[in-house]
């Protein structure tokens, strides 16, 4: 069974940087795509972007280019950096996993959820 | 605003049948694979059915997917109290080079 658990923290300042990781068990995320997805309270999900541990990434245009995940293979943990954050960014954030790669690619593994509040 | 459109909410009583709609565009749920997810209050959203109509194991079958040209449907057949949550679609703009989701519907087993 694969475990995803998201850290970081629950406040941050506005126009500052939101650091989140992802830690992974039963499962190398040495295979598969590990994706970040959010939902702000009371409202739908929305994808952040995806990353593979060779580097590959792509994130939702959305986010004028905010975003930036990555991976640490020794920890076996992934993180998220979302600069310049405001209001806006208020969210759950949730980690996520695909097992394949393709158009439509389902996320079969999801992380509990951290609140992150944007304030100061 | 969502890219996806669901209906905000249906209902139904229980051991009825309901079904969840979502619609799209040629550039997302016509072309690609659609997935639905079912999130029960306080957790987080679990996967329901993949590809369009696949079941992943342990979910029951009285849960069913479909899509034809730029729609998907949900289908929840035997509903229990159990099932009250709300149920999204998802799946890629190949436009937007993006997952995108529908905004989400209620489900309320009266």
């Known amino acids: 069974q694969v475990y995803l658990q998201e850290s970081g923290p629950g406040v941050v300042k506005p126009s500052e940087t939101l650091s989140l990781t992802c830690a992974v068990s039963?499962?190398?995320?040495?295979?598969?795509?590990w994706s970040w997805i959010r939902q702000s309270p009371g409202k739908g999900l929305e994808w952040i972007g995806y990353m593979y541990y060779t580097g590959t990434t792509n994130y939702n245009p959305s986010l004028n280019s905010r975003a930036t995940i990555s991976a640490d293979s020794s920890t076996n943990q992934f993180s998220l950096e979302l600069s310049s954050v405001t209001a806006a960014d208020t969210a759950v954030y949730y980690c996520?996993?695909?097992?394949?790669?393709?158009?439509?690619?389902?996320?079969?593994?999801w992380g509990q959820g951290i609140l992150v509040t944007v304030s100061s | 605003q969502s890219v996806l459109t669901q209906p905000p909410s249906v209902s139904a009583a229980p051991r009825q049948k309901v079904t969840i709609s979502c619609s799209g565009s040629?550039?997302?749920?016509?072309?690609?694979?659609v997935s639905w997810y079912q999130q029960l209050p306080g957790t987080a959203p679990k996967l329901l059915i993949y590809?369009?109509?696949k079941r992943p194991s342990g979910i029951p079958d009285r849960f069913s997917g479909s899509k034809s040209g730029t729609s998907a449907t949900l289908g929840i057949t035997g509903l229990q109290t159990g099932d009250e949550a709300d149920y999204y679609c998802?799946?890629?703009?190949?436009?937007?080079?993006?997952?995108?989701f529908g905004g989400g519907t209620r489900l309320t087993v009266l």
């Open positions: 039963g499962g190398s995320i040495r295979k598969f795509y």
């Open positions: 998802g799946t890629w703009d190949s436009s937007l080079d993006a997952v995108v």
């Open positions: 040629r550039s997302n749920i016509m072309n690609n694979y």
């Open positions: 590809e369009n109509n």
């Open positions: 996520a996993r695909e097992s394949l790669r393709y158009n439509g690619s389902p996320f079969d593994y």
